[in-house]
């Protein structure tokens, strides 16, 4: 019997879901441990899970459906300052004081800011995702950037999140400082990472999917057809801002530490560039993009503190120039030369390992 | 009352300063379909390479008319050229691609511009010492005493803006790019150079954003860093979206609303309301692309299929 039959039958999918879950919370815990890890290196994953999930959610509005958004740090803006604040003022009042909590605790407290801070990004999509009903191409590109820099002012401008100063906690009279605290775990991070994967898979391979494509192939001919241009774009705003914002809620409870700043224009730009990198439409291409320029930052700054220890480079090369000499050169070199991006909106999938190449309808 | 007028004739410099920066974001979108996300990058090296120059020559030879006359010409032709090989390194051989692409490259080459400028001149903040030049008697207006230097920027900036009108409008160049703007296609079949006048539209634009990079950071000494085109060039797209884009006159129109909306939000209720400055820009951004997405000055067109 063909084993991709089997898999494809109900109960072998949630066995298999389930089997990823355990996998996901044992690898986690090794990686988590220190003695067995370099902490260091186990940041340095945790952080390209939160990148995978933000490029594969752009990549539902910028590669699939054809729109261009370049504010995509404002959705995780808001999930990561929505979700800090319902773990930091939540607590003493319909939750109890997280650090000491039970771990089970914990993980609900991290499942509802998740939740909590995905929908109120998703909301802020749709109210994005409407101007689409009169704006196409580079007008809404331009639209998704204001919405980033009002949603970052907005942020400035709440002192109840700490304003320009950046939010970690506040002091409570009865209670003391109270900060965010770090519940983000591994398990959490990468069971997101694959609900997102396969959510865009899915619906990539549905009839509904395929209004997404011809949305982008040509929304004029698509309207002929009977597609609802306006309801597609409104609808991939909507699922990649809740994307977004989980990613946010899970940075926020990683790094314990907000800025206003850290999500503002070059922070979406450079999500942009992971999707762009990958290769636009392609889950594949997010992943391994995301994978690559969340990675770089952190191999760069070893080799190049190394370099400069040895007065090898200039020492005005710091760290973060060399990213960003890096990131418009790969911009503008992939435009030129390889618009498709790495992938060129192929798929890799575990039937096509063992089988046929399989291409997404383009 | 007279706190209202002395907010207007600052939005008033402050616009006037955006139109000028608009005023390339709209001629190369005439021209190529195509947000030149570069261009406040083009303010930023100007404002560099005036100081720059004004170093090498010695503030105070630099603090006279012919120094600073001298100074702003060459500092204007540089950042032409700079526009020039922008346009035909990176945006010419994407002319036949989609327009998604080039807007990517036109971010990459922003980031691009900024990095080098991070290299070449440091990421600390740079400032113009005061110049003997522009230490201006206030003006009174009533109750108002307002500094010169807004009116200087004002009547320099109308000025250059003036001038560019003339070449747009009165000149063969002028017609040219009014037909390449048209139509790529039926401008060269009647004999128009479209890749030069394309290459002139973007050393105009240039120049005019390096002019008010120079003008702002010489006469106001603000600070200078490898950052500081990124608001201006945003504020002045919106300016320039806001006034009908491909539309110069729109792009003052627009300049001068946005300046003074700004002015306004950040002087309300005493200043309680001035970290909203930078957002209400893309407020209005929203709402004028919401209500009349073809500008306060521009055609509606009608979409071919």
Known sequence: MDPFKLLRSWPARIILLLAIAAG????????????????????????????????????????????????????????????????????YRFLPPLAAASPLVQQGALVLSMLLGGLVAAVAGFVVGLPSLRLRGDYLAIVTLGFGEIIRVSILNIDAVGGPAGFSGYSNPEHGRIVIPQLTTFFWVYLTVVAVILFSRNLLRSTHGLTFFSVREDEIAAEAMGVGTVRIKVT??????????????????????????????????????????????????????????????????????????????????????????LYSLLLIVLMLTRPQGLFGGREVSLKGLFQRRERIPR | MWALLQNFIIGIQTGAVYALIAVGYTMVYGVLRLI??????????????????AARMGFATAASIPGFTLIFFFTLAICAVLGVAIER???????????????????????????????????????????????????????????????????????????????????????????????????????????????????????????????VSAVTNVKIDPLVGVMPGLKAFVAAVLGGIGNIPGALVGGLVMGVAEAFVAGMAGGKFSTWRDAIAFILLILILIFRPAGLLGRATVEKV
């Open chain 1, 24 to 91: 996901l919370y044992f690898l986690g815990n090794y990686l988590g441990n220190r003695q067995a890890f370099n902490p260091y290196h186990f940041r340095i994953v945790m952080l390209i899970g939160i990148a995978i999930i933000l490029a594969v959610s752009l990549n539902l509005v910028n590669g699939v459906t054809g729109q261009f958004s370049i504010g995509h740090a404002g959705f995780m803006a808001l999930g990561a300052y929505t979700g800090a604040a319902l773990t930091v003022y939540g607590q």
């Open chain 1, 236 to 325: 991939a705003f909507v699922m990649s801002a809740f994307f977004a914002g989980v990613a946010g809620a899970l940075y926020a409870h990683y790094d314990t530490y907000l800025k206003p700043d850290s999500f503002n224009f070059l922070r979406s730009i450079e999500i942009v560039t992971m999707v762009v990198l990958g290769g636009m439409g392609s889950i594949t291409g997010a992943v391994v993009g995301a994978a690559i320029l969340a990675a770089a930052p952190e191999v760069l700054r070893v080799w190049l503190g190394e370099l400069s220890r040895q007065k090898a480079i200039p020492s005005q090369l710091s760290p973060d120039l060399v990213r960003q000499l």
């Open chain 2, 36 to 53: 030149n996300f570069a261009h406040g990058d083009v303010y930023m090296v100007g404002a560099f390479v005036g100081l720059t120059l």
């Open chain 2, 89 to 215: 390194f990176a945006y010419r051989p994407l002319r036949r691609a989609p327009r998604i692409t080039a807007l990517i490259t036109a971010i990459g080459v922003s980031l691009l511009l900024e990095a080098l400028a991070q290299l070449i001149w440091g990421a600390a903040p740079q400032y113009f010492p005061t110049m003997e030049l522009f230490r201006l008697q206030p003006v009174r207006i009533g109750a108002v005493e307002l500094n010169a230097k807004y009116f200087l920027i004002l009547f320099l900036s109308l000025f250059l803006m003036t001038a560019l009108w003339f070449i747009v409008t009165r000149t063969r160049v002028g017609k040219a790019m009014r037909a390449v703007s048209h139509d790529h296609e039926a401008a060269a079949l009647m004999g128009i150079n479209v890749n030069r006048i394309i290459s002139v539209t973007f050393a105009l634009g240039s120049a005019l954003a390096a002019a008010a990079g120079l003008l």
